[in-house]
Nanobody, 115 residues
């Protein structure tokens, strides 16, 4: 059974930076596309960034140029470097498989950006 553990969230001021981490216990991690998602209060979960097994990346328009997704296949870790944070980035952030996510989700990590 897959286990996803997100960390690194917190309270940050407008324009600040945070680095999120995700530890994934899934098998065949290195061949899976992985992604970060977020869910703001009262809104549906949305895809933020995706990274393929080969390191190709894709971003939501709202975070393009500000967020960077990366991965370490040896450690089975996925990272999200966030900079120039805005209040609208406030959400719970989750990692999961890219494409069709696993049914099981981690607890997420809260990111709050104050103005």
């Amino acid at each position: 059974q897959v286990q996803l553990v997100e960390s690194g969230g917190g309270l940050v001021q407008l324009g600040g930076s945070l680095r999120l981490s995700c530890a994934a216990s899934t098998s065949a991690f290195s061949i899976r596309a992985m992604a970060w998602y977020r869910q703001a209060p009262g809104k549906q979960r949305e895809l933020v960034a995706t990274i393929t097994s080969g390191g190709g990346t894709n971003y939501a328009d709202s975070v393009k140029g500000r967020f960077t997704i990366s991965r370490d296949n040896y450690k089975k870790m996925v990272y999200l470097q966030m900079s120039s944070l805005k209040p609208e980035d406030t959400a719970v952030y989750y990692c999961n498989k890219g494409g069709i996510p696993f049914d099981s989700w981690g607890q997420g990590t809260q990111v709050t950006v104050s103005s």
